[in-house]
């Protein structure tokens, strides 16, 4: 069984931060992928981030620049550092991760940010 623990998200002003933390619990060995996806309402779930067990890392366009992502293999935890946030940022964040072929998503965390 595995399970993932979103924490980290809140209310915050324009032009503020915010870093979303995501630990994988239970059954966990060797993961390929983490990554966080969000969800604003009306709209379809879209991926922010993502990155692998070698690093590499994959930004949606509208947050390059603005926001980094980062993972503990130790710890299996995967991070979302988010600067400089804009109203349009505001949704639902779901972190995920991808191993043995298999996705696993966290329960989600709200994330608003008010103008």
């Known amino acids: 069984q595995v399970q993932l623990v979103e924490s980290g998200g809140g209310l915050v002003q324009v032009g503020g931060s915010l870093r979303l933390s995501c630990e994988a619990a239970g059954s966990i060995f060797n993961i390929l992928v983490m990554g966080w996806y969000r969800q604003a309402p009306g709209t379809q779930r879209e991926l922010v981030a993502r990155i692998t067990g070698g690093d590499s890392t994959m930004y949606a366009d509208s947050v390059k620049g603005r926001f980094t992502i980062s993972r503990d293999n130790a710890k299996n935890t995967v991070y979302l550092q988010m600067n400089s946030l804009k109203p349009e940022d505001t949704a639902v964040y779901y972190c995920?991760?991808?191993?043995?072929?298999?996705?696993?998503w966290g329960q989600g965390t709200q994330v608003t940010v008010s103008s």
């Open positions: 995920y991760i991808m191993m043995w072929g298999l996705d696993y």
